[in-house]
C-alpha cells in the first residue's frame, strides 16, 4: 500500500491520466482519431519540440533556462542547406558542420552563463535574436531566395526513401525514423540524468551551487556542457525537419519555443533547479503532442490558435506549483510550532 501510495503522489502519475484522458476524449468525439498511423505522424510532426525537450530538461534542473534552441534549428537547417547547395560539399559534412556550428552556439551561451554569471533568461534571450540573423545572413548566401527554401536533397530510389532523406521519411519495421531515433535519445538521456555521476551533479548544482563547488564539482563546465547538449539537440531536430520537409529555411522551427519551455515545465522540472526527470518531460510532450493532433480534428480548433491552450496550461502548471509550495511551506511552519510547544 505504502509503494502504490508513492507511485499515486508521483507527478508522472498526473501525466498519464492527463495522457489517458486525452485519447478517451478525443477518441469519443472522433474515432479517426485512434487511428496509429494519424498518431504516429502527428509525434513526427512534433518530434523536434519532443527532442528539445529532453535536453533542455538537463538545463533547467541546474537551475537555468534555454530559450534560443528554437533558432538554432533554423541556423542548423540553412547551414545545411547552403553547403549542399551552393558550396557543393557531400550533404553528410555539411550535416556534422551544422551540428559543430551549433555546438560552438551552445558553448558561447553557456559560457556567459557559467563563467561570467549572466541570466541564462538574458543570455538565451539575446541568443535567439542572434542565431535568428545569423541563419537570415547565411540564407542570404544562396542563390536560392530565402522565402523558397533550398529544397531537392537526396531522396530516394523508386518508393525507398535512402540517403539523407531517410532521416526523415524512412521507417524501420513500419515505425518512423524520426521516433525510433526519439526513442533512443530518451532511453540515452535518462541514463545519463539517473544513472550517472554526471546527472547527480546536475541535481546538486540545482539544489545548491555553491555547496557542489564545496564538494569538488566543476560546476560553470558542467552548466556550461548543459547549453551545449541542448544546442546539439536543436541541430540534431533542425536535421531531421529539414530532411522531412525537404525544405531547407532560416525560420525552421519558429515558434516552437512556448511548446518547449511548456514541455519542461509540465513534465515536472522546477524553474528554479534541484528536480526534473526525463519520463515526465516525454509524457509532457505528449500531452501537447497529441493535444495540439487533437483539437484541430476532434473540435475543428484553428491551428493557428493551438498556441492558447498550450500557453493555458504552462500558466496553470506554474500558479498551481506555486500554490502548492506555499502549502507545503504553511504546513512545514504549522508542525513546527506545535513541536516547539508556541
Known amino acids: 500500500m505504502s509503494a502504490l501510495k508513492k507511485i499515486l503522489k508521483r507527478w508522472e502519475t498526473f501525466l498519464v491520466i492527463f495522457l489517458v484522458l486525452e485519447f478517451v476524449v478525443f477518441g469519443a468525439a472522433n474515432p479517426k482519431f485512434l487511428r496509429p498511423a494519424s498518431i504516429m505522424t502527428s509525434i513526427v510532426n512534433y518530434i523536434s519540440v519532443c527532442i528539445i525537450s529532453l535536453f533542455v530538461t538537463l538545463v533547467m534542473i541546474t537551475g537555468g533556462i534555454d530559450i534560443q534552441a528554437a533558432s538554432i534549428i533554423g541556423l542548423t537547417s540553412i547551414i545545411e542547406g547552403v553547403l549542399w547547395s551552393d558550396a557543393g560539399v557531400n550533404i553528410w559534412v555539411a550535416v556534422v558542420a551544422a551540428i559543430a556550428a551549433a555546438a560552438l552556439c551552445g558553448a558561447l551561451s553557456g559560457f556567459f552563463v557559467a563563467y561570467c554569471g549572466v541570466q541564462p533568461m538574458v543570455v538565451t534571450l539575446g541568443g535567439s535574436f542572434l542565431y535568428s540573423g545569423l541563419a537570415l545572413l ?97 541541430a540534431l531536430a533542425g536535421t531531421l525537419l529539414t530532411s522531412n520537409m525537404n525544405s531547407a529555411k532560416y525560420n525552421h522551427g519558429a515558434g516552437y519555443t512556448l511548446a518547449i519551455i511548456t514541455a519542461v515545465v509540465l513534465g515536472g522540472t522546477l524553474n528554479t533547479g534541484g528536480k526534473g526527470s526525463i519520463l515526465g518531460t516525454v509524457l509532457a510532450s505528449l500531452i501537447i503532442c497529441i493535444l495540439r493532433y487533437g483539437l484541430p480534428l476532434c473540435f475543428g480548433v484553428s491551428t493557428q490558435n493551438l498556441d492558447l491552450p498550450v500557453g493555458i496550461i504552462l500558466v496553470l502548471v506554474v500558479l498551481g506549483r506555486e500554490i502548492a509550495g506555499q502549502h507545503m511551506i504553511s504546513n512545514l511552519w504549522k508542525r513546527m510550532k506545535r513541536r516547539s510547544g508556541t
Open 138 to 234: 547565411v540564407s542570404g548566401m544562396s542563390a536560392t531566395p530565402a522565402y523558397q527554401g533550398i529544397s531537392g536533397f537526396p531522396a530516394k530510389v523508386g518508393k525507398t526513401f535512402v540517403d539523407f532523406r531517410f532521416l526523415g521519411k524512412g521507417t524501420l519495421m513500419g515505425i518512423p525514423m524520426q521516433i525510433v531515433i526519439y526513442v533512443v535519445l530518451i532511453v540515452l538521456c535518462a541514463w545519463v540524468l539517473h544513472c550517472t555521476k554526471y546527472g547527480e551533479r546536475l541535481y546538486l548544482i540545482g539544489v545548491n551551487q555553491q555547496a557542489a563547488e564545496y564538494s569538488g564539482i566543476n560546476t560553470r563546465a558542467v552548466i556550461m556542457s548543459t547549453y551545449v547538449l541542448s544546442a546539439v539537440s536543436a
